[in-house]
């Protein structure tokens, strides 16, 4: 059956001297896999829209086994993600994360909607580093966890002094600090920081310019996360770590989303 969907293309992959397996996240049809055949031909009319991060309408012919690739249209050849160093490890840092969580042939609209936003905000060259924030943070129910961000894990209080705790995957509030000695503190706009991260959708979310310091702080959190309770390690996090260490005269500073709704900025001291 040939089916015309609409697709960001995750991963490539050789196959023989001329052709490549792509990876897929379709709108339609969830995370798919095809053959391209000739691809690796540089006049191939493959061989652009089977690039990395592509977003395109892509014709595949799905039987019982892997699809064929019949021919792909550019929507979006998201050049920035292509050219700028920082935006391409964190491109690929989302990509890697998505293609590891999602299973394939799932119909997975919510988490191609996720993927778009992410892709097209880095590509207009708002911060990759709190954009790959917002990715990771809602895509933990899709790794099986589902923190508890709107009260108390322990005790349902909805007000007081919070702190997240790895042991309850939460909020703990200032009455119940006991039940884990080591959770780690949380400043108010720390709080609601993890709540927009979480719960707030990407094209939504207003002006945003966070300190290196609470990305960091907000990065430590989530990995943990994955590490601890998903067991999730991605090769292209120790790229970020690296890039992380470089110097920062040697990037350039992402711009602020001054385009966006203003009043949903969450973090008042970053």
């Not at 207003?206 to 943990?224: D, S």
């Not at 996360?225 to 390690?233: F, M």
């Not at 500073?253 to 001054?258: G, H, R, S």
């Amino acid at each position: 059956m040939l089916n015309k969907w609409e697709g960001i293309v995750l991963r490539t992959g050789p196959y023989g001297e001329t052709n490549k397996v792509v990876t897929l996240l379709t709108r339609e049809a969830g995370k798919v896999t095809a053959m391209a055949r000739g691809a690796k031909k540089p006049a191939s009319r493959l061989a652009a829209v089977t690039q990395p991060f592509i977003h395109g309408i892509f014709m595949i012919y799905k039987g019982r086994g892997m699809g064929t690739l019949q021919s792909g249209d550019p929507l979006n050849q998201m050049r920035h993600l292509h050219q700028d160093i920082t935006a391409t490890a964190y491109a690929s840092y989302i990509a890697e994360l998505m293609d590891r969580l999602i299973e394939d042939n799932q119909p997975s609209p919510a988490q191609f909607e996720l993927l778009r936003q992410a892709f097209h905000a880095i590509d207009e060259e708002y911060d990759p580093e709190a954009i790959t924030l917002f990715v990771e943070w809602k895509m933990l129910p899709v790794a099986g966890i589902h923190p508890v961000l709107h009260q108390c894990a322990n005790c349902g209080a909805i007000e007081g002094e919070f702190a997240f705790s790895f042991q309850e995957i939460g909020f703990l509030c200032h009455r119940c600090f006991h039940v884990d000695p080591y959770l780690i503190r949380l400043s108010p706009a720390h709080l609601r920081l993890v709540r927009t991260f979480y719960t707030v959708p990407i094209e939504q979310v207003g002006k945003l310019t966070l300190k290196p310091a609470t990305k960091k702080f907000m990065r430590k959190i989530v990995r943990t996360i994955y590490d601890e309770q998903v067991g999730l390690r991605l090769k292209s996090a120790a790229f970020l770590d690296q890039l992380d260490r470089m110097p920062t005269f040697v990037r350039e500073e992402p711009k602020a989303a001054e385009g966006r709704n203003e009043e949903t900025a969450p973090d008042e001291d970053a």
